[in-house]
T-cell receptor, first 116, second 109 residues
Framework: EAGVAQSPRYKIIEKRQSVAFWCNPISGHATLYWYQQILGQGPKLLIQFQNNGVVDDSQLPKDRFSAERLKGVDSTLKIQPAKLEDSAVYLC??????????????FGPGTRLTVL | SQQGEEDPQALSIQEGENATMNCSYKTSINNLQWYRQNSGRGLVHLILIRSNEREKHSGRLRVTLDTSKKSSSLLITASRAADTASYFCAYSGYSTLTFGKGTMLLVSP
């Protein structure tokens, strides 16, 4: 079974530029998550989708971050404009999405973003 | 949401020794999970314990949960160099996971 795919793996941009990350979840997984992991910290949830609807985006800085999951499969996360403090690894995860049971999340390899 | 706290922040042991790491959290939970992260394999799910469970085993892993103290521990027995990684607890009230800051484990041959 193929895992969660993310691209690009690395990205270097200058502040105030824009950047987009792409995620393809495990086939059949209804729930998709984007996390931000700053060096030395645990992942922080940015947004959670159930199919193509948003479940939780309370920690997404909506003035500069946006995310979409068209057709309930692939997802993109965009930052515009980027700030220095956005330097982090952006992780995508997916899960079956059966909210009646505890759900295991499967993570992609992440995109390491450096903002100069 | 607030991150949980892992203790210790870093742990260095020899192969064959046991490693214990602890996690504390501040809210009511539905379940608590442990993940491992290293550069080679990314973030990988290890084990999940539900709020009505007190102990769970998986191979060389043993997890305990004390909901009255809002704490959990992960024990890795007979550690190997390949266990070198960062270990995170992550707790869930419903479906959203909140991760702790992690414990860095170094296992020396």
């Amino acid at each position: 079974e193929a895992g969660v795919a993310q691209s690009p793996r690395y990205k270097i941009i200058e502040k105030r530029q824009s950047v987009a990350f792409w995620c393809n979840p495990i086939s059949g997984h209804a729930t998709l998550y984007w996390y931000q992991q700053i060096l030395g910290q645990g992942p922080k949830l940015l947004i959670q989708f159930q199919n193509n609807g948003v479940v939780d985006d309370s920690q997404l800085p909506k003035d500069r971050f946006s995310a979409e999951r068209l057709k309930g499969v692939d997802s993109t996360l965009k930052i515009q404009p980027a700030k220095l403090e956005d330097s982090a690894v952006y992780l995508c995860a997916s899960s079956l999405g059966d909210l009646s049971v505890a759900d295991t999340q499967y993570f992609g390899p992440g995109t390491r973003l450096t903002v100069l | 949401s607030q991150q949980g706290e892992e203790d210790p922040q870093a742990l260095s042991i020899q192969e064959g020794e046991n490693a214990t790491m602890n996690c504390s959290y501040k809210t009511s939970i539905n379940n608590l999970q442990w993940y491992r992260q290293n550069s080679g394999r990314g973030l990988v799910h290890l084990i999940l314990i539900r709020s009505n469970e007190r102990e769970k085993h998986s191979g060389r892993l043993r997890v305990t949960l004390d909901t009255s103290k809002k704490s959990s521990s992960l024990l890795i027995t007979a550690s190997r160099a390949a266990d070198t990684a960062s270990y995170f607890c992550a707790y869930s009230g419903y479906s959203t996971l909140t991760f702790g800051k992690g414990t860095m484990l170094l296992v020396s041959p």
